[in-house]
């Protein structure tokens, strides 16, 4: 999203929670309440992880992301990406400037979006609580159908994606 439109998608925002309030008052302070909340969340997670993007930056040479995980880096890509992915914790919109970054390194587009399908779906602490809630079968199943889901997600994201310009410029 273009910092240009961050504007009227606040104006927006504002606006709809200026009408709940003249319809729902009450609504209205909830709307605030968990608008605070998420605010609060994504200004004690964000900063970090922006730092940690730009130390990524510094320090990890494009050569070595390009090497790990870029068009040419074939099964070992894909499975770093799995990995980091399987691995990470936090929310999801924390894995968009990781992501971003690992594009800007040279990942290929294929593996940041396995990177991303998996950091949404399969964590290893959330795993180990579907065995425990949901037993062992259904979180077997639904990893063994999540796994490919990803990898033709991942697959169809880069065929249809690469003509984009935002795109062309991590190929």
């Not at 990524?56 to 499975?79: H, Y």
């Not at 400037?97 to 991303?116: R, T, W």
């Amino acid at each position: 999203m273009k910092i240009k439109a961050v504007p009227a998608i606040l104006a927006v925002l504002a606006t709809a929670t200026v009408l709940v309030w003249a319809m729902r008052p009450d609504k209205a302070i909830a709307v605030l309440f968990v608008s605070k909340d998420y605010l609060l969340e994504m200004i004690s997670i964000l900063p970090p992880v922006l730092i940690l993007c730009g130390l990524f930056d510094a320090w990890v040479p494009r050569r070595t992301i390009e090497q790990l995980m870029g068009d040419a880096s074939g099964i070992k890509g894909t499975s770093i990406a799995f990995l980091l992915g399987t691995v990470a914790m936090g929310p999801l919109y924390a894995a968009f400037p990781i992501g971003k970054s690992l594009l800007d390194k040279g990942a290929s587009l294929y593996n940041v979006a396995v990177f991303l399908c998996v950091w949404a779906s399969i964590k290893i602490p959330m795993i180990l609580f579907e065995v425990k809630f949901l037993g062992a079968e259904f979180a077997l199943l639904r990893l063994a159908l999540t796994i490919p889901a990803i990898l033709v997600i991942s697959a169809l994201l880069r065929i249809f994606r690469m003509n984009t310009p935002r795109i062309q410029c991590y190929r």
